[in-house]
């Protein structure tokens, strides 16, 4: 989360966090081909899908979206990057976060947070691009996808299929800001990549003190409380018998943002809010001992052949940015493992340059 208070902040990592860089190359090691984190040298709310033997991964940035196409997904620094989006409309030209692209009926799409310059009037728009890839054709606007008849405050959507239905979740406000923020988990069924076709539901809101953080460890803070849940994304269980949504809290300016989940059994009733079940502790957090801090804006992928699952996420080598600091955010990926239920389980932030193995079924250039 970033708020107008922010805006100088934004306006500076704009060079920084749209620009690609080369990050270390691969080495190859007597065990085989490896990747080391972070996957670019900056970068926030990162995602990709896999589709047909290649890697689309997008990142957030201020004025445009781009896409990186890739076989290997741990080698961005060589990924061939288009520009597929720069928007003209003065209502939703500016802080174009955490673009999320899925192939839906054919079609792509890519939706994203943007507003008019003033970061508390965001809202979801979604493009669409009927080429077979991506990175073929043009994207054109579909429209904004109207939240609620008040139209507040609406960022992070996320897109899924279950039991023939099509879901929207996204993070909300519940009424306008005056004196502190609170930022929700909402869900929706969705006639069409563009449209919903029920109320919103909250099924998520900051509750415990690891939701709620954002005073800095150097004092450094926000004019105003912000309390957090925010970019949700969804897998199922090992056994597709569960369901999860994994989310942010608290300020992503802090050292404190962090991952929680939330589970519902795949038979529930999805719009009805006691179906969901909130776990009492993050499931991923900070690891100074690591130099890892902040980690969230989580999302999923396979490997090329299936077998494995990694996550993507953002986090800072810092505790925090010095006001006014270009953001050192920067995207990682790690494997993830299953627990006893069939849960996804993440693990712990490793620090910079640890090897990892490829995953599974990459090959190595």
């Excluded at 520009?83 to 079609?107: C, G, M, T, Y």
């Excluded at 809101?205 to 005073?215: G, H, M, S």
Aim: overall charge negative; some cysteine; proline content about 8%.
């Amino acid at each position: 989360m970033r708020n107008k208070l922010l805006l100088l902040s934004a306006i500076l990592m704009l060079c920084a966090s749209c620009q690609h860089r080369k990050t270390t190359p691969k080495e190859e090691t007597a065990t085989g081909a490896t990747y080391t984190n972070p996957l670019l040298e900056n970068g926030a709310e990162p995602w990709a899908i896999f589709h047909e033997g290649k890697y689309y991964y997008t990142q957030g940035c201020e004025d445009r979206i781009q896409l990186w196409e890739t076989d290997d997904i741990s080698n961005l620094s060589n990924a061939t990057i288009k520009e597929v989006w720069i928007p003209a409309d003065p209502s939703n030209f500016q802080h174009l976060w955490a673009p999320e692209i899925h192939r839906i009926d054919n079609k792509w799409y890519i939706y994203f947070t943007a507003d008019d310059g003033n970061m508390d009037n965001h809202q979801i728009y979604v493009i669409e691009n009927e080429s077979a890839s991506p990175m073929e054709g043009q994207f054109v606007m579909k429209g904004r996808i109207p939240t609620d008849k008040n139209n507040n405050w609406a960022i992070h959507a996320s897109t899924f299929e279950h039991n023939g239905q099509r879901y929207m979740i996204w993070c909300g406000w519940q009424k306008r800001r005056i004196d502190i923020e609170t930022q929700c988990i909402y869900i929706a069924t969705m006639e069409n990549p563009w449209t919903l076709s029920s109320d919103r539901i909250l099924i998520s809101k900051p509750e415990y003190e690891w939701e709620c953080q954002w005073v800095n460890p150097d004092g450094s803070k926000t004019a105003y409380p912000i309390h957090v849940n925010e970019a949700p994304q969804f897998i199922p269980s090992k056994n597709k018998d569960r369901l999860c949504i994994f989310y942010s809290a608290s300020g992503s300016w802090t050292p404190y943002y962090c991952v929680g989940l939330l589970t519902a059994d795949a038979n529930a009733d999805l719009l009805l809010p006691s179906s969901w079940k909130k776990s009492p502790n993050p499931v991923l957090q900070q690891e100074p001992d690591n130099q890892v801090y902040g980690p969230g804006g989580i999302s999923f992928v396979p490997s090329p052949d299936g077998k494995e699952w990694y996550m993507l996420y953002h986090a800072r080598k810092m505790p925090n940015d010095a006001p006014g600091a270009s953001d050192s955010r920067s995207p990682r990926m790690q494997k993830i493992e299953w627990d006893k239920d069939g849960i996804p389980v993440l693990g712990i932030p490793d620090k910079d340059g640890v090897k990892y193995s490829l995953p599974s079924g990459t090959v190595h250039k």
